[in-house]
């Protein structure tokens, strides 16, 4: 946890971009949006919050993962044991931070509308998903640019253009009743088959480095 800490740490400016996001712009685009608080406007807050929140979720996983996978010297990284040292603990530490982040913007929310947490919880479930969508792809490719183009373009493109694919991790909807996560279940499965095959490649990296 230390060590994590100071990764963090680390990242100086780029740590605070999550922040500045889930306290600043996503609030205040949402109330600009509803213009008065109304909850006919709960639909545009879902699309607000998916295409931000869910967006920016692996913005410090990838980032820690680049100095395990971009830094000179990485290989040194891996030569601690993977119990004291696991990456993928890491990005379910960070989901974890993150969602407590996330926690407190639907606090806020629940002054505008009179129900949220059912978009709380496909927010949480994308957020795995871009996660360990990151993750896999990272040490695929060995490099955190790919998947960090990768995770933007497919906010981007699935929330603003192709709105009703089967591709789509994301809810179009009033988020009112459970018939609204129909998407989230399977999002979920997604993720952990993700976050496995992330793992497996994570392991063979500290076994090739001893």
């Not at 040490?139 to 906010?155: D, E, G, M, R």
């Amino acid at each position: 946890m230390w060590r994590l800490y100071l990764e963090l740490k680390n990242q100086r400016f780029y740590y605070f971009i999550p922040p500045v996001i889930l306290f600043i712009l996503v609030p205040l685009t949402v109330f600009a949006t509803i213009k008065g608080g109304t909850s006919s406007h709960f639909p545009e807050c879902g699309t607000i919050c998916q295409l931000f929140i869910s967006s920016f979720a692996a913005w410090w996983p990838l980032f820690i993962l680049k100095e395990y996978l971009n830094s000179p010297g990485k290989e040194l990284l891996f030569i601690h044991k993977l119990s004291r040292d696991s990456l993928f603990l890491k990005m379910i530490i960070l989901w974890a931070f993150y969602v407590l982040h996330v926690v407190i913007v639907f606090i806020y929310f629940t002054s505008l509308f009179d129900f949220v947490w059912f978009l709380f919880i496909a927010i949480i479930t994308q957020s795995m998903f871009m996660i360990a969508l990151g993750y896999f792809l990272s040490l695929l490719f060995q490099n955190t640019f790919i998947p960090l183009i990768v995770n933007f373009a497919y906010s981007s493109l699935f929330m603003l253009v192709f709105l009703y694919s089967p591709l789509s991790i994301f809810e179009i909807g009033t988020f009112s009743n459970a018939s609204s996560l129909n998407k989230s279940t399977v999002v979920v499965i997604i993720a952990f088959i993700l976050f496995y095959g992330g793992y497996q490649m994570e392991k063979r990296l500290y076994k090739n480095s001893i």
